[in-house]
């Protein structure tokens, strides 16, 4: 079994900074990739940045120059640094790890349960 633990959300003003911590645990082997997607109310989930193995980084057009991802490999964590933050970067934001499980032969896509973030006056 494979856990994704959030933390680090809640409600900030326009042009304040949150950081978001995810811890993966349980029976891991490897991991190949971990970051950040997120969704608004009446919008579709949405890559915001993702790092791979390897340390290559992607993220999405709207919050480049402004989030900052990084990963601790020792810890299974990945971690999400947001300044500047927006009234449009409010949304519910989930950890995704690609990992495979100890035993297994394949990775599989998992998901944590998802942090609120408002930006808000």
């Known amino acids: 079994q494979v856990q994704l633990v959030e933390s680090g959300g809640g409600l900030v003003q326009p042009g304040g900074s949150l950081r978001l911590s995810c811890a993966a645990s349980?029976?891991?082997?490897?991991?190949?990739?971990m970051g950040w997607y997120r969704q608004a109310p009446g919008t579709q989930r949405e890559l915001v940045a993702i790092?791979?193995?390897?340390?290559?980084?992607n993220y999405a057009d709207s919050v480049k120059g402004r989030f900052t991802i990084s990963r601790d490999n020792a810890k299974n964590t990945v971690y999400l640094q947001m300044n500047s933050l927006k009234p449009e970067d409010t949304a519910v934001y989930y950890c995704?790890?690609?990992?495979?499980?100890?035993?297994?032969?394949?990775?599989?896509?998992?998901w944590g349960q998802g942090t609120q973030v408002t930006v808000s006056k």
């Open positions: 790092v791979i193995s390897g340390d290559s980084t």
């Open positions: 349980g029976s891991i082997f490897s991991i190949y990739a």
């Open positions: 995704y790890a690609n990992i495979r499980r100890t035993g297994g032969h394949f990775p599989d896509a998992y």
